[in-house]
């Protein structure tokens, strides 16, 4: 079912792409990296991703994660990771040299502030990597399954991918995470060069499968869309709420400066309302995906309260 979802976004027949499943976001990117590099070959072997991206936190994926805050402790990284700055074409191009195997990107930053990469920034990845022989992997654990109000956030810009990281939603709470590739590129991975014991494990795949047919069944993407468009207009009456910005239901408040977003958060936690403060002044949304209309004018009557 995940492969059949991605090969539709990605304008491949069903069966085309080939599934890894694991574990955690973190191991999706794991394998994804593991993959790039046997796709490179010696030499060809530098994972290119963005400043303020989020990757997760094994080594690998921690290296890929542009925050050299969350480096330090654990220096020195692997080796094989270069970064460039988000939404800058020229800085991504100027990093695309002979060594590089993939260029790893979020459609939208979300641990770095929800941060949407812009279309054309995505559609210049996306040619830069075809004219140079280089995988463009697409990191959608935190945007995937109908949170952008499409199934995948790389739908927005109209661009296919050749590997996708998965988690999160994939399981509704049930532990799992995967990696979906290109035939072509899948094809690099012979047996035994990956695996994990849970990997593909009957209970967790289980329950993707029936998170995955409900959320078909409901129209997600659709459903997400309307409750966006709602709870941005509703947003925007805040008075202390000065732009809100994201796609689908994974937005950012960015909030008017006087306010401290991390304190925020802790009052409106008390009042029953659970969002984070993402940056110094903004409050990330991601609301679950049965978001009713009461509810969403409950959680800006609690957020005019304490702006
Ligand atoms: C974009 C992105 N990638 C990877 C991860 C890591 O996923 P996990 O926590 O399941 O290892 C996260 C987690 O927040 C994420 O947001």
């Known amino acids: 079912m995940v492969d059949k979802l991605l090969s539709e976004a990605c304008g491949e027949a069903a069966g085309y792409g080939q599934v890894f499943f694991c574990n955690s976001g973190a191991e999706a990117n794991e394998a994804g990296i593991k993959l790039a590099r046997k796709f490179g070959g010696r030499g060809k072997h530098v ?4 400043l ?5 936190r094994t080594l690998a994926a921690l290296a890929a994660t542009g925050q050299p805050e969350k480096h330090e402790p654990f220096a020195p990284m692997p080796e094989g990771f270069r970064h460039v700055v988000f939404n800058d074409i020229a800085s991504l191009e100027s990093a695309l040299d002979e060594t590089v195997t ?4 979020e459609t939208i930053q979300g641990e770095g502030g929800v941060v949407p990469a812009s279309v054309e920034y995505l559609q210049a990845a996306r040619k830069m990597c075809t004219d140079r022989g280089i995988l463009l992997m697409i990191d959608e654990v935190q945007t995937g399954f109908a949170r952008t109000g499409e199934w995948f956030g790389f739908e927005h810009a109209n661009i296919k ?11 509704n709470g049930m532990p799992i995470g995967a990696l979906w590739a290109s035939q072509q590129v899948a094809s690099v991975f012979k047996p035994g060069d990956h695996g994990s014991t849970y990997s593909g494990t009957a209970l967790a795949t289980a329950a993707a499968r029936a998170t995955m047919q409900l959320m078909i069944d ?7 869309q309307q409750k966006s468009d709602e709870l941005t207009a509703k947003l925007r009456t805040i008075g202390g709420v000065v732009d809100v910005r994201g796609r689908g239901l994974l937005l950012a408040a960015e909030l008017k400066r006087e306010f401290d977003a991390k304190k925020v958060a802790s009052q409106l936690l008390e009042l029953g309302l659970v969002v984070n403060g993402v940056t110094s002044h903004a409050l990330r949304l991601a609301p679950p995906f049965n978001l009713s209309s009461e509810e969403i004018d409950e959680a800006v009557a609690i957020m005019k309260q304490v702006l």
């Open 218 to 224: 409901m129209n997600a993407p659709e459903v997400v």
């Open 102 to 105: 993939a260029v790893l990107l």
């Open 47 to 50: 994972v290119v991703s963005a």
């Open 161 to 171: 991918p050749d590997v996708v990281m998965l988690a999160k939603a994939m399981g």
């Open 52 to 56: 303020g991206s989020f990757h997760g």
